[in-house]
């Protein structure tokens, strides 16, 4: 019987050993390839961290970093200011010590008389207002006119506007696309029920996201900053001082930079010489 001609037994010796010696040279070769390729890895690792280890320690300059994170509340309402304004006569009130000689024993003594702030704006007016309407509600003696108080209390309102596109939030994008892609695979291999659960859950993520996100105000970080500071002082000296920092909407960076507008109104009877006065109206026009 005739003998297979690509049975093994029917390969010559030679012929094994010239393919074995082939198939070792190409696992060698395999072999090198890879030794190399970890070689040059390694090197270029070596030379980065080289780099890295003969940089400047000394600069022009400190380096910018950024702060840690942190929240800033939005003035956008009038309600706004008599919540900052309650705050601030709160946080005043606990740097000063109650009076021992008053009759009720929390109370403030002597009598205080709040200044207006140096610049009526429409924002300084209203928080002077709502700053003594907090201040009696906490039983303290304000008086009508400074002459009759022993303590003054003076309100600084400071505005300033910084650059735009700054930057205060960091949302991962690629948690958001590899989100976006599995809802996506869900909803192609999926039956038409499954599909619109997988609708829902993307609406019900997306409302569970604004849940999260509803203390940060809307829109950009706001250009405008007001910064507030209130002290309390007698003939010598400091007695107490707090201040606070807020963001205000650009759009209404008027209210923290202007007075109030003055509208002219004539008084008197028709037929006789009519005095006019420069009357100042709260609020915009």
Known sequence: MARDP???????PTLRQSISTNTEGTMEGQRRTTLRRTARVASIMIAGSTLLACAAPYGAAPVATNFPESYQPKLQAAAHWAIVAEKSAEALLRSLAPGVACADPGAICPRVYVRPAAKQTVFAQNFRAAFITALVSHKVAV????GAAAIAIDIDVQTVRFSPYRQNQFVPATAI???????????ASATPAAAGLAGAAVFGGYDAWRWAKSE??????????VVVTVSAADATRYLG????????????????????????????GEGTQRPVFNVPVRGEQ
């Open 6 to 12: 690509m049975h093994p037994s029917a390969i010559s």
């Open 241 to 268: 001082r707090v201040a606070a920092v807020y963001y205000a909407a650009d759009s209404d960076a008027g209210l923290y930079t202007e007075a109030p507008p003055l509208f002219n109104v004539a008084v008197g």
């Open 143 to 146: 008086a009508h006119s400074p």
């Open 216 to 225: 940060d105000a809307s829109g950009p970080t706001p250009q405008t900053e």
């Open 177 to 187: 696309y590899a989100g976006a892609w599995a809802v996506y695979g869900l909803a």
